[in-house]
Nanobody
Framework: QVQLVKSGGGYVQAGGSLRLSCAASLRTSSHYAMGWFRQAPEKEREFVAAITGSGDVTRYADSVKGRFTISRDNAKTTLYLEMNSLNVEDTAVYYC????????????????????WGQGTRVTVSS
């Protein structure tokens, strides 16, 4: 059973930064693509960023490109999301996810293709 435990989040003023972490219990972490999603009030869950198991390929939603950075430490099986230049539209509950892939360089952006999810952590950006 894969478990994902998140940390980080909280309140920040617009223009500020936050870092989210997600510790995963993965035996062969390089075969798990990982990603971040978020869900704002009364909106559907949306893709934020994803990274391959190898950690060398990333993908971002247009809304966060250039501001957010996804990374992972396979030795610690931890996923990170560095969020800079936050704005009120980034206010949401953020979720990390992991999904097994046959290739270490396969990326997953669809939430339906992730089998494991962490508990949500709230990020609130005030103007």
């Amino acid at each position: 059973q894969v478990q994902l435990v998140k940390s980080g989040g909280g309140y920040v003023q617009a223009g500020g930064s936050l870092r989210l972490s997600c510790a995963a219990s993965l035996r062969t972490s390089s075969h798990y693509a990982m990603g971040w999603f978020r869900q704002a009030p009364e909106k559907e869950r949306e893709f934020v960023a994803a990274i391959t198991g190898s950690g060398d390929v990333t993908r971002y939603a247009d809304s966060v490109k250039g501001r957010f950075t996804i990374s992972r430490d396979n030795a610690k099986t931890t996923l990170y999301l560095e969020m800079n230049s936050l704005n009120v539209e980034d206010t949401a509950v953020y979720y990390c996810a992991a999904g097994w892939t046959s290739s270490t360089r396969q990326i997953i952006t669809s939430p339906g293709n992730y089998a494991y999810w962490g508990q949500g952590t709230r990020v609130t950006v005030s103007s």
